[in-house]
């Protein structure tokens, strides 16, 4: 595993950005709304941790954050090998570099196709339960202590619909999002009195490399661009999401977002 060097502590930018001073790592920055995502937190004032397994596609992301002016590190990591070692040491990696961690978004995947049960490859079912669910809260779990040290943080799981993804096909990656649906029930009441907010968002069809592993183009018209879910990403992350607090937020596109302050042209 190699990782980006953090910069020191900075100092809490002025103005009134919904995510102004607060640090959010999202996991899967490069897929289509984790890409989406991460440029709407950075534009919302947020400093990033941008977390992928691709280091070409994560550089493009950040040149796109900074090029408007955002502030971002690359924590390049395989959500298929880390270890709970690894997660650890990821956090304390952003305590020794921000000394704070406001904001947790989960966006990444494992979808390779719609497969029956009976003929879907033991390592790829494997795959696709670790990397949609085990990963997920190894990563949440070691972030916990960190996040609970704020006054206000927020762990958001980008969840698809259960009862779609339990009807035949849908393999490990469905499997995996029931187990995402009753993580944030559950997590959300064992943290219930703690500033650590959990909770979902379950966008609708989106135009992204999963949506096109699963429908063919004909099938995917009512499908929209993912940044049309970004709103909702900074809402839930941002103070405001203290009313989305353990629900699974299904708002449509463009619902729910809210103004964000364009940033200075570099
Ligand atoms: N698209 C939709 O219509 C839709 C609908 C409802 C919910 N969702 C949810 O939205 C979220 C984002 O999905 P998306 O549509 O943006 O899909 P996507 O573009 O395929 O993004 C998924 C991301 O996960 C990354 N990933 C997969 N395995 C990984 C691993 N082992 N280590 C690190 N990263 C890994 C992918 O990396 P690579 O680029 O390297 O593959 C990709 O960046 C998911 O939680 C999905 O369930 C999507």
Redo the contacts with the bound molecule.
């Keep these: 595993m190699s990782a980006a060097t953090f910069p020191g502590v900075a100092g809490q930018a002025p103005g009134a950005a919904p995510l102004d001073g607060r640090v959010v790592l999202v996991a ?1 920055a ?5 890409q989406a995502a991460s440029l709407a937190c950075a534009r919302a004032g947020a400093r990033l941790v941008l977390l ?3 280091i070409p ?1 994560l550089n493009r992301l950040l040149d796109a954050i900074e090029r408007e002016g955002g502030e971002a590190v690359l924590y390049p ?4 090998g880390a270890g709970p070692d690894d997660y650890a040491e990821l956090a304390r990696r952003i305590e020794s570099g921000y000394g704070r961690l406001d904001g947790l978004m ?5 979808f390779r196709g719609l497969t029956p049960l009976e003929h879907t490859d033991p390592a790829a079912f494997a795959r696709a339960i670790h ?1 949609g669910l085990t990963a997920r809260w190894w990563l949440t779990q070691a972030c916990l202590p960190l996040l609970r040290r704020g006054a206000d943080a927020s762990v958001v799981f ?4 259960a009862d779609a993804t339990s009807g035949a096909y849908w393999g490990g990656y469905g499997i995996a ?1 029931s187990g995402l649906h009753a993580m944030v029930r559950m997590l959300h009441a064992e943290l219930a009195g703690t500033a650590v907010r959990i909770s979902g968002l ?5 135009r ?4 096109a592993r699963a429908y063919v183009e004909g099938d995917r018209a009512g ?1 929209c661009e ?1 940044e049309r879910y970004a709103g909702a990403c900074v809402t839930l992350l941002s103070a405001a999401g203290a009313a989305r607090r353990g629900q699974i937020w299904r708002p449509g596109p463009d619902v729910g977002g809210i103004a964000l302050p364009m940033l200075a042209a570099q």
Excluded at 30 to 34: D, E, F, K, Q, T
Excluded at 77 to 80: A, I, N, V
Excluded at 158 to 161: F, K
Excluded at 208 to 211: A, W
């Design positions: 899967g490069h897929g289509g709304l984790g992928g397994r691709r596609k990591l395989d959500l298929e989960h966006c990444a995947a494992e990397v980008v969840v698809d619909a999002q379950q966008p609708g069809p989106m992204t490399p999963l949506l499908a993912p």
